[in-house]
């Protein structure tokens, strides 16, 4: 069973790991072959798994917007799928259309909406404009697309000011999410002064939308966002209080009843506990895999099999699998069944005799998850297991169950039901003082910089080196094999050179550049909401990727939300030395950039250009900083927004001296930059283009880019290759196109 479990896992990942599908015949062809070899049911499983996921994402890839209705007016009806997140009146929500012409589920974002807000399960019909799933492509920031596609979303899209927006029917009464949408207001109004409704919120139905950026800043750097999850822990003891509590109550009953015997009862219990914990969560993919465990355990019990850990694990491995093959690219996928074993492997092997050592086996896990932790997420929390020595069973064994019968007394009494909730809040305010201050202290979490494959892998046997029970030979070898880790950092150009990032921030511009000890960025790119900037989704992940913690000089062009959007974060995440602007009034404590400020790093020449003086009567846009960058490898001019004025007074001033390899082009190739002498006078071989997808100014004009083209420049756009990077290598990295996956939407070329 452990040995099919694998390969059907194994057929999954090799499917989901493709750039592209491949042609149905020789796909078909391959399998046939494959199948005819092989003849055994290891072989056979790898096989279905490869065919079972290569069925299900073509089907999810075949359901996403044609691009003939991208950015097109569409009058759309259907239910509310999701408990829409509601903040400052922008509501977000996914959708299920009635109509059959579009994907089956959008992901949607209603700006600036009007009340009555939608509801979970109700039937609406809205006017949108819709696109395909697209993200910004970066290193090291979150892949947004992937995780559309894992939820199989087929479009994203925005609801229109229209009075077509209307509630056409209300929810059933048995909509799970309705139900739980009620229990969230409920449970709002009877705890109006708890500190952690926003805790016990996510642990008792799901919920995390009032966890701010200070919650989770915590949880990470301790190592305890898992406790957020309803996931294994908490599904598999919600089964446990089932299964004993029934059992108990079964022994009461009259002795003819008595017949059944009570472990059937108990397992019937237990399932049904786990099954509305589930069902409080939303059934998520998470819960999903712990119910599935559960129920597989619970039916062992019933038929009076022998019970191995491992075939329970390799069965729900099976299970989950089949219901959901994307599951297999997830983090919370790999953490989940990686802790479990983890569990299995020390009580088996460190205590077999002892087997309930709590300290231990939270010390072993959280060693066991470093590779995965390095891998998907590049970020250790170093104090995670002191964190989770006090937290977990603080909330496994007292907060969970509080809720549980609090969640189940709103139904009989309100005010018993209050006082369990309100003692629940009551232990997780005592834990979350202990968290923040284990979160406070300098070492709580350690970054990796993003590490090769064959590095990670070393990593991993170390970690299974240390696992192995004392006295296994040459266990001193992981001592070795750690050494990379704590040494490697990513390549850096050498002195007299320099990198060059063009960050994808959708509308708006980011750029790092780096030397071979000090590193700037110009602009930080947009702030789309108060909870959302790139400065934070998007430069900071890129920079701690690249093992950077600190910044020698930012540069912020000008005012405008999509150059200076992302500052604040970036300030909170990065350490920034000195800021430089054109505009004070928005940057007080900056430096005003001025033309003839100079200065070298690493035989790399830096100039500012431009603004000519601190006081003037142009527009934002011809304020802008401009910098030129000037090595041994390649030269490169950042104009920031300048139109055509700060364009002649360049031009004017410094003539042939604009002359450079790389230009990252005016204001986004609007029609009021770019003029023919600019371009002729800088003749740049490459022109980067930092433009969102479908962004509402249509940038770049046609005509400017026909200017670009008759100079015989390259034009390289961010919304169709992701960020840009200018490397050792001769030609620049398209990220979009280098790093595409089986989801990734395709580089244009």
């Known amino acids: 069973m452990i040995k099919t479990a694998m390969a059907f896992l194994l057929g999954c990942l090799l499917c989901l790991s493709l750039k592209e599908m491949p042609a149905p015949n020789g796909f078909l062809l391959l399998v046939v072959i494959i199948i005819l070899w092989l003849r055994h049911t290891v072989g056979l499983a790898f096989i279905v798994g490869l065919l079972w996921a290569g069925f299900q994402a073509q089907s999810q890839l075949a359901d996403r917007l044609p691009e003939m209705l991208a950015g097109k007016d569409i009058v759309i009806s259907g239910e509310i799928t999701t408990i829409p997140t509601v903040r400052d009146r922008l509501v977000r929500f996914e959708l299920a259309p009635d109509s059959s012409a579009y994907p089956r589920r959008i992901r949607l974002t209603w700006y600036r909406a009007s009340s009555p807000y939608p509801n979970a399960g109700e039937h609406w019909q809205f006017t949108v404009r819709l696109k395909p799933p697209r993200g910004m492509s970066n290193p090291g920031s979150f892949d947004y697309e992937k995780w559309l596609f894992t939820q199989r979303i087929g479009a994203t899209g925005y609801v229109r000011d229209s009075t077509s927006n209307q509630l056409l029917q209300h929810a059933s009464v048995w909509n799970v999410n309705r139900l739980r949408q009620q229990l969230q207001v409920k449970l709002k109004k009877l705890l109006p002064d708890t500190e952690q409704l926003p805790l016990l919120q996510g642990l008792a139905i799901g919920i995390r939308d009032d966890l701010d950026d200070s919650h989770w800043q915590t949880l990470r750097q301790t190592g305890t966002s898992h406790l957020l999850a309803i996931s294994g822990l908490h599904i598999g003891l919600a089964a446990a209080i089932g299964f004993f509590l029934l059992r108990f109550l079964w022994s009461l009953m009259p002795s003819l009843l008595l017949r059944v015997p009570a472990h059937y009862v108990g397992a019937l219990g237990g399932v049904i506990l786990a099954a509305f914990y589930a069902c409080l969560a939303g059934f998520t993919v998470p819960t999903q895999r712990a119910f599935v465990m559960v129920a597989t355990i619970m039916l062992a019990l019933v038929w009076k099999r022998p019970l191995y850990p491992l075939h329970v694990l390799a069965v729900s491995l099976l299970l989950v699998l089949f219901i959901d093959p994307f599951a297999v690219i997830s983090a919370g996928f790999w953490l989940s069944f990686s ?297 490169a001019l950042l104009p920031g927004d300048i139109e055509k004025e700060s364009e002649y007074r360049l031009l004017n001033r410094y003539g042939k001296a604009l002359k450079a390899d790389i230009l990252v082009v005016p204001h986004h190739g609007s029609r009021t930059s770019s003029t023919m002498r600019f371009i002729q006078t800088v003749d740049p071989e490459y022109g980067l283009l930092a433009v969102g997808y479908r962004n509402r100014y249509r940038f770049p004009v046609e005509s400017v880019l026909k200017r670009y083209q008759k100079q015989g420049t390259r034009l390289l756009r961010t919304d169709h290759h992701g960020a840009i990077l200018f490397r050792d290598e001769t030609q620049p990295i398209r990220w979009r196109q280098q790093n595409a996956k089986l989801w990734t939407s395709k580089a244009i070329e």
């Open 339 to 635: 802790a479990v074993a983890l569990i299995v492997f020390t009580c088996s092997n460190r205590y077999p005799k002892q087997r309930w050592n709590w300290a231990g086996i939270h010390l072993w896990i959280a060693v066991g998850l470093i590779p995965l932790l390095v891998l998907f997420f590049g970020q250790i929390s170093v104090i995670s297991p002191i964190a989770n020595l006090i937290a977990v069973p603080l909330v496994s064994f007292l907060v969970v169950p509080i809720i549980l019968f609090g969640m189940v007394m709103l139904i009989v009494s309100e005010p018993l039901a209050r006082w369990l909730l309100n003692n629940a809040d009551y232990l997780l305010d005592l834990m979350w003082q202990w968290l923040r201050l284990l979160a406070n202290s300098p070492i709580s979490d350690w970054h990796s910089p993003f590490l090769p494959i064959v590095m990670i892998g070393f990593v991993a046997i170390a970690v299974i080196l240390i696992l192995l029970p004392r006295g296994w030979p040459a266990k001193w070898l992981a001592l070795i094999l750690l050494l990379p880790i704590w040494f490697y950092q990513p390549d850096k150009p050498e002195s007299g050179e320099f990198y060059l990032s063009v960050l994808d921030v959708g509308q708006g511009l980011a750029t790092v550049i780096e030397t071979k000890d000090h590193v700037l960025v110009f602009d930080t790119g947009p702030k789309y909401s108060a909870y959302f900037d790139t400065g934070k989704a998007v430069v900071a992940p890129f920079l701690k990727h690249r093992a950077i913690n600190n910044v020698d000089k930012l540069i912020i062009s000008h005012s405008d939300n999509d150059h200076i959007g992302g500052v604040d974060s970036l300030a909170g995440l990065i350490t920034i030395n000195e800021t430089y602007s054109s505009d004070l009034e928005a940057l007080p404590n900056a430096t005003p950039c001025l033309a003839g400020q100079v200065w070298f790093w690493n035989q790399v020449k830096f100039e500012i250009l431009h603004p000519f003086e601190t006081k003037h009567t142009s527009n934002k846009n011809n304020r802008s900083c401009v910098l030129k960058v000037t090595a041994n490898n390649r030269s």
